[in-house]
């Protein structure tokens, strides 16, 4: 393959877009710049007024395989990676089996081969996330898991979550925590507050996640074992990441997801299903906290916490319906849609916290648009829109609330090694 | 009133309550009548949909319906399907062939009827669901009150108890309000939320606000899953209406009111239910007179 991308403008983590063509062959960034002349050879794409910028990286996909493939699969869930620009992804564990042991870990990593971008994925911390045994964190990490977490649930034991992490100190590998205390959170259906008052639900109050963050991140530095705290949906929330790592030094850093920056608790109107997720949206308030926090850089990644269900589940009465929201096919979309195009903040921030540091936590080589590195990249058009109707998500599933909408911007063209996965 | 469904007191206005009070009117005078039935739902059906146990309001809308001449089918929820673990959507799938015209549904799950009532073209009545709503017996209770208080305009209703998980305070609240009643809350912190109106854990404090109506609720031990207060005595103590307080309560004249079933001992002594403005029985037999009401006013989309 041999491409030319003309006359787009090249992102990256620092910095505005710069104009520049970018020229790839044979899998490789050969130049990044204005070339005097075409290559010869090559097809010349024309990227005026488009933005060229690295793969994007989710470090937090629920892709059901093994056990739940009705809802998602694992090549399904790529193909919605792909369809939104992202070229890399992190599996969570709470499959069923649970991503436990080496057999579950090389079943999943065997399907993920076969698809056309890498799949990663986490382990437990502990045997079927059931939080009573510790999971062979060694034979693990020797099968290929990154990141170790019992994501859906907190580990309910604090004793057990500080011998884990004491044990798996010799094994560079790092943990990661869904926040919550069981018995505060209660139903987790909905954020408590004069939502869940209206609607008659018992509500999940912020302080079941603050209260474990805060366990969860004592512990850790008193291990000194680097956390990364997941989905962060509280403000409070995020003050304590804030307040461990710059006033006592701990190794930690936070997660955000686009729902919890965009949604809140009362956009779940009469019972709408797709504004169901746990941790639950919250204020709006929350939302525009959990922003700046972003801006500021509490939040080391974004990650979209991808939850497929199907349709039937999610037509159930609000409280059976179960927790989570699609978010692969819509992540850089409606980022570009609410808050790039609105100027609140750039092409920068999302290069860095959804495509660089992801990869930098899970020591993987950085994708960047520079001369001699390998194609990893993508081309969104500011100038498009994108309509999401269930025939252009890839998901297996289609519940999210961007669900027939049409947003601004669209990703035209995902390019990864020698391939050219997406051309629209 | 041209809707199809009855779901909450939210999305009524008060355009949409006083005609249907002013229509249960007639249906009560019928009450007293030899013959209490009128054709005017001759030939429809209506299916009692009862995922929750209930005795009065299942056989306050079975009488309802059968004095309007409807067919009225009860669905045996405790032997059917849905025990051998068939979703609500499935079940309302296989009634529909029935044809109901009319589904009257209580769950214990907030939000389910609305559900149904998006699936099916029948009219769907919301007979309770969790703790978000209970519209027609927040229209007894409207209907109840103006009866005593036609001029509704500042009259103060105190509601006390277990408001976290009342379908009913919230209902009643709502339409209260709507018409103009000023509504404040009573209870125990712990069952207490934030909401738009006035808030009193102290019951001297209730009192001293001047309510004109004190509407006690049941505690529901079956939706509580810890703990909420130490025990049924002290609850009696600090937030019941104890013979001492129910003298204070006659001596200034104020009503009582409760949506049943009551629990003797906690919420209320027997007393009470001797006191003559206790309007018990009236809630119950207005009950039967606004289901009636509200069914006669719904319209199905479907033939």
């Avoid at chain 1, 929350?286 to 269900?309: C, E, M, S, Y």
Wanted: include cysteine; aromatic fraction near 8%; charged fraction near 25%.
């Amino acid at each position: 393959m041999n491409l030319f991308l003309k006359g787009g403008e090249v992102a990256s983590e620092e910095g505005a877009p710069e104009s520049a063509d970018v020229w790839i062959e044979d899998g490789i960034i050969k130049a990044v710049g204005h070339l005097a002349v075409e290559p010869e050879g090559a097809r010349v794409i024309d990227c005026t007024g488009k933005v060229i910028m690295p793969g994007m990286f989710d470090a937090h996909v629920h892709f059901r395989e093994p056990g739940q493939e009705a809802k998602e699969t694992i090549k399904d869930g790529t193909e919605a990676a792909i369809n939104g620009g992202i070229t890399g992804v992190v599996m969570m564990p709470n499959t069923s089996p649970a991503i436990d042991s080496p057999t579950v870990v090389n079943r999943v990593l065997e399907q993920g081969r076969k698809c056309r971008i890498p799949v990663y994925t986490s382990g437990c911390i502990t045997v079927g996330r059931e939080g009573h045994e510790m999971a062979p964190i060694a034979g693990l990490k020797e099968a290929g898991v990154l990141m170790l977490t019992d994501d859906g649930d907190a580990v309910p034991n604090a004793a057990l979550l500080r011998r884990a992490m004491e044990y798996a100190s010799d094994f560079e590998m790092f943990f990661a925590s869904h926040c919550e205390d069981p018995q505060l959170a209660g139903l987790r259906a909905l954020n408590e507050g004069e939502v869940s008052y209206r609607l008659g639900i018992q509500g999940t109050p912020a302080l079941a996640e603050e209260i474990c963050m805060d366990r969860d991140i004592r512990i850790a530095h008193a291990t000194s074992t680097y956390l990364h705290i997941q989905h962060v949906s509280s403000a409070l929330g995020m003050e304590t990441i804030r307040w461990w790592r710059d006033e006592r030094g701990a190794k930690v850093s936070g997660e955000v997801s686009p729902h919890h920056l965009m949604f809140a608790d009362e956009d779940i109107g009469d019972y709408d299903t797709h504004y169901k997720m746990n941790p639950p949206l919250r204020t709006r308030e929350d939302n525009a906290k959990l922003l700046q926090g972003l801006k500021d850089g509490v939040f080391r990644i974004i990650a979209t916490d991808h939850a497929p269900h199907t349709e039937f589940e999610k037509s159930q009465a609000f409280v059976d319906a179960p927790n989570g929201i699609t978010g692969l096919d819509t992540a850089v979309v409606s980022l570009f849609d609410r808050f790039i195009s609105q100027g609140e903040f750039g092409w920068d921030l999302l290069v860095k916290r959804y495509s660089a540091e992801p990869r930098r936590m899970m020591n993987l080589e950085v994708a960047e648009v520079v001369e001699g590195k390998t194609a990893d990249l993508i081309v969104f058009d500011p100038q498009g829109e994108t309509t999401f109707t269930k025939e252009f998500m890839k998901s297996k599933s289609s519940n999210t609330p961007f669900l027939n909408q049409t947003l601004k911007g669209s990703v035209d063209l995902v390019i990864l090694k020698d391939e050219l996965l997406l051309e629209r | 009133m041209a809707r199809k469904d009855f779901l909450d007191i939210e999305s009524l206005d008060s355009e949409e309550i006083i005609p249907l009070l002013d229509q249960a009117v007639p249906f009560k005078d019928l009450f007293t009548r030899s013959v209490k039935k009128v054709p005017a739902l001759k030939g429809k059906t209506v299916l009692m949909l009862f995922y929750e146990p209930s005795t009065r309001t299942l056989s306050s809308f079975e009488v309802a319906a059968k004095r309007l001449s409807a067919d009225v089918i009860i669905f045996d929820v405790p032997h059917s399907s849905v025990t051998k673990g068939e979703s609500v959507r499935d079940t309302i799938d296989t009634l529909q062939a029935m044809r109901a015209d009319y589904i009257v549904v209580r769950h214990r799950l907030s939000g389910q009827p609305a559900a149904i009532a998006r699936q099916t073209g029948a009219s769907v009545i919301n007979a309770g669901d969790g703790a978000h709503a209970h519209p027609t017996q927040a229209l007894l209770d409207a209907f109840t009150f103006r009866e005593v208080f036609p001029e509704m305009e500042r009259k103060k209703v105190l509601i006390m108890g277990d408001i976290l998980h009342s379908r009913v305070a919230r209902s009643t609240s709502l339409i209260l309000k709507k018409l103009g009643v000023e509504v404040a809350f009573c209870g125990p912190g712990s069952l207490l939320p934030q909401t738009q109106f006035r808030r009193f854990t102290n019951y001297e404090e209730a009192m001293a606000w001047g309510p004109d109506v004190v509407y006690l609720l049941r505690v529901q031990k079956e939706r509580q899953d810890a703990p909420f207060f130490p025990s049924d005595r002290e609850y009696h103590q600090v937030y019941g209406l104890t013979d001492e307080r129910l003298a204070r309560i006659a001596g200034e004249g104020i009503y009582v009111m409760h949506p049943g079933p009551i629990n003797r001992g906690v919420e209320l002594c027997d007393a009470v239910l001797d006191y003559e403005r206790c309007l018990i029985s009236q809630q119950v037999e207005n009950g039967i007179a606004t289901r009636m009401a509200v069914l006669f006013g719904l319209k199905p989309t479907k033939s």
